[in-house]
């Protein structure tokens, strides 16, 4: 039984950093760190391995304000071993609002419910739609910026098939 080499939960596509000594993983490492770390929005994090034999990285992050109750959206990039060669690197989301999280854009009742508790008046209603658009908006964002940081030090791959025992082939995306 096949394998594919890469897993990739959320990324657009593959973003592969070509690994030929035992250096270069930490070189692609160091690099989209850095480049994260020093943009306007970026928040250093420490590393920290997670499932799937995923490094979590640095994170870009915005939060806002309404009223008092604070959204917030995170992008932390994360670094995986290729299953055969190299590496690849993909994001995982985190959004907060008044105390709930969600590692996906929320439903509109899931933000009305988080906001139920610190609003209760007719305001509630116009944040939830704020709060919603505003989320929306800086998840492509930042999502778009996190995925251009990768491009600068990876080559960018989909899949060009994959057969029913798993054996998976890439292709380079142009």
């Known amino acids: 039984m096949s394998t594919g080499n890469f897993y990739n939960k959320n990324a657009s596509g593959y973003f592969v950093g070509v690994c030929e000594n035992e250096y270069d993983y930490d070189d692609h490492r160091i690099n989209v760190n850095g480049d994260i ?5 970026g928040f250093p994090m420490v590393e920290a391995w997670s499932g799937n034999d995923s490094l979590l990285l640095s994170a ?19 670094l995986r071993s290729g299953y055969y060669a190299h590496c690849n690197f993909d994001w995982e989301l985190d959004v ?3 105390g709930s999280d969600w590692d996906s854009i929320p439903e509109i009742t899931e933000i009305k419910h988080a906001l139920d508790y610190a609003l209760t008046d007719k305001r509630a209603a116009q ?7 505003w989320i929306e908006a800086n998840v492509e964002r930042l999502t778009t910026e996190m995925e251009e940081i990768f491009e600068r030090y990876t080559e960018k791959y989909q899949v060009a098939y994959r057969f029913s025992n798993g054996e998976t082939g890439y292709k380079k995306v142009s």
């Open 37 to 41: 770390e020093n943009h306007p929005e």
């Open 60 to 78: 870009l992050s915005t939060q806002k304000e309404w009223y008092g109750c604070r959204a917030v959206v995170t992008v932390r990039a994360v």
């Open 96 to 98: 907060e609002v008044e």
């Open 127 to 133: 944040v939830t739609f704020w709060m919603l658009d």
